[in-house]
């Protein structure tokens, strides 16, 4: 199954950005990680879209989780975008809220992914 998936650059940065659809369980979340793993050296971040996510399973979850490892390994940025309410549930109710950046709209994620990757950034301590 084809994942779609978008590139760009903006500001310096090139991020991808990844739009699951329907729902992430444990074969979902595989194709995602191991997509992520491919391009992880071309990328500063990553952005997935849960705007088309109805249902997320443990087994979704723990992938989830495998592509933050993942992120974090190669000191990349990993933001989840557009989760629905009950998408947000989820990660709050398993403490996963507290790991993972998570933002309203797209263009928050993308605003979200410069500004880490700007050492500049007015909020870095001093």
Known sequence: ??????????????????????EIDSFKGEEIK????????EVGAVIIDFSKIA??????LREMIQILKLTREHKKKLILA????????VFVHTNLDRLFIFQDSLQAAVDEAIK????????KPE
């Open 1 to 22: 199954m084809a994942l779609n998936r978008e590139r760009n650059t903006l500001e310096n940065l090139v991020y991808e950005i990844v739009y699951p659809l329907h």
């Open 34 to 41: 191991n997509h992520i793993s491919s391009v992880i050296e």
């Open 82 to 89: 557009q989760l629905s309410p009950d998408m947000k549930r």
């Open 55 to 60: 249902y997320l399973n443990s087994s979704g």
């Open 116 to 123: 880490s990757d700007n050492p500049d950034s007015s909020d």
